[in-house]
């Protein structure tokens, strides 16, 4: 995932790596040198002090980029823009698709709005978000069939930002894609 997400960020912002140490150990070491921006790709569940720390970090300006996994899919994690379902959506699996989805248009009030939507890229997994008022506000890019790829919240001056698929290829060939750069440095403007 690291290298997906160094290569994409690689051409428009400073990259610091949190490898060869924990998360907790890197995201630790990433507030104390206040970066404006911490991507996280599958961390599950953190401690309940990190969390807190990270929690008001976002609320002082700070963006967190989620990126999903098995691990924050079947973490109990409130670091997220909307509420997810457990488990997630994989081909062949239980709530399943038959074949691969593609990305729909980006509505006129995403960030993404204006980008040339890539025909090429399709999700075969996904973490689910529960269905509730507020999901269609903090929704930037869906799928094919309606259900969210990218969701966000402000919170504070801060926002959270999750996409709802791996930073790498396991669930989708979006990481692979110019439209993933494009994406990241939308939101890293």
Known sequence: STFYLSRAL???ADVRL???TSPA?????????????????DVGTLAPELRERLRTWVQ?????VRF????LAAADDDLVPVKL?????ILGGSLSWEQPQQLNAFARESPFFGMTVPTDVTV????????????????????ADGTPLVTAVKRGKG????????????WSDLPLSGAFVDMLRRIAA
Request: proline residues 6%.
């Open 68 to 71: 999903a996994g098995p691990r």
């Open 10 to 12: 690689g051409p428009f």
């Open 85 to 89: 379902r457990r488990g997630g959506r």
């Open 159 to 170: 926002m959270i930002v999750l996409f709802h698929v791996t930073a790498d290829t396991r």
């Open 18 to 20: 949190g490898e060869r």
């Open 60 to 64: 002082q300006g700070g963006v967190l």
């Open 25 to 41: 150990v890197a995201i630790g070491q990433f507030l104390d040198q206040k970066v404006p921006m911490i991507a996280l790709a």
């Open 124 to 143: 075969s997994r996904q973490v689910l978000a529960e269905p509730d008022a507020a999901l269609t506000e903090r929704t930037w890019a869906t799928l």
